[in-house]
């Protein structure tokens, strides 16, 4: 091997081993990404949790439960109807709690409905239903809206069907009154337990009485006729609903 070769090959061998040197010291002063280094890096969802990290906490507001409306017949029957709002836009509840605690008007303890779950997306407004009502409810009373248990999710995993109610028609006669109509998804995703109550108003504008329907499914693009919501047959609705003043509202799992 000629000296200029032997020069080339140990110039060679120098410059590896002094990049490896300062490498090495690059690697020792500054780490390399990992999940308590500050910085949202590597596919993490916020910094340094999420992703190859641990689960992100859930910083979310609180569901807000709404005003309960009471609504009685003479034949004694009573339902509940409220609404729950999810403020939230980046959280969806995967799963929450709820039930309707009554008292009297001294604010002694009447009982509460059967606990029943649900779920809610993300920036949705959702009705709840109830016509379980385990006692006879006085005209004095009050009812209050009570949730529980909420496991929360990000958004986009609890994708929403874009469900709303078509061709909606109040069929009043001697035999009751019956909300007649179509629930539409306009969304690819399915949905189910779909849920579709319907409010009477009277001729005023104040709310009457409310009932649900369910449907098992709605497939994604699909337009389904949902079973006639039935009224209870009671004199005093059937002379006071407004049939063109229903309102219907549509949610699904």
């Known amino acids: 091997m000629s000296r200029s070769t032997k020069k080339a090959v140990y110039g060679a061998f120098y410059l590896i081993l002094f990049a490896l040197v300062l490498w090495g010291g690059f690697r020792a002063f500054v780490p390399g990404q990992s999940c308590s280094d500050g910085v949202m890096n590597q596919g993490e969802k916020s910094v340094d949790c999420g992703g190859p990290c641990t689960p992100c906490a859930v910083q979310a507001e609180a569901l807000r439960p709404g005003e309960v ?30 039930s309707f605690a009554m008292t009297d008007s ?41 949730l529980s248990g909420v496991e929360w999710r990000q958004a986009s995993e609890l994708p929403r069907a874009e469900l709303s109610a078509l061709r909606i028609a109040t069929d009043v006669s001697a035999d009751g009154i019956r909300v007649l109509g179509e629930v539409e998804n306009r969304s690819p995703f399915g949905a189910r337990e779909v849920k579709i109550v319907a409010l009477l108003f009277d001729r005023f504008g104040g709310p009457l009485f409310a009932a649900q329907t369910v449907l098992d499914k709605v497939a994604g ?22 049939p063109s003043a229903t309102e219907v509202f549509v949610s699904g799992l």
Do not use: C, W
């Open 106 to 146: 001294a604010g002694r303890a009447l009982g509460s409905t059967p606990r029943k779950t649900d779920r809610i997306h993300a920036s949705e407004r959702r009705y709840l239903f109830e016509s379980e009502v385990p006692v006879p409810f006085p005209s004095a009373g009050r009812v209050a809206l009570a």
């Open 221 to 242: 693009g699909e337009t389904q006729t949902f079973p006639p919501i039935k009224f209870p047959s009671d004199e005093p609705l059937t002379r006071l609903a407004d």
């Open 69 to 98: 409306q009471v609504f009685s017949t003479e034949g004694g029957r009573t339902v509940f109807l409220s609404q729950v709002i999810n403020p939230n836009a980046a959280y969806a509840a995967a799963s929450f709690s709820y």
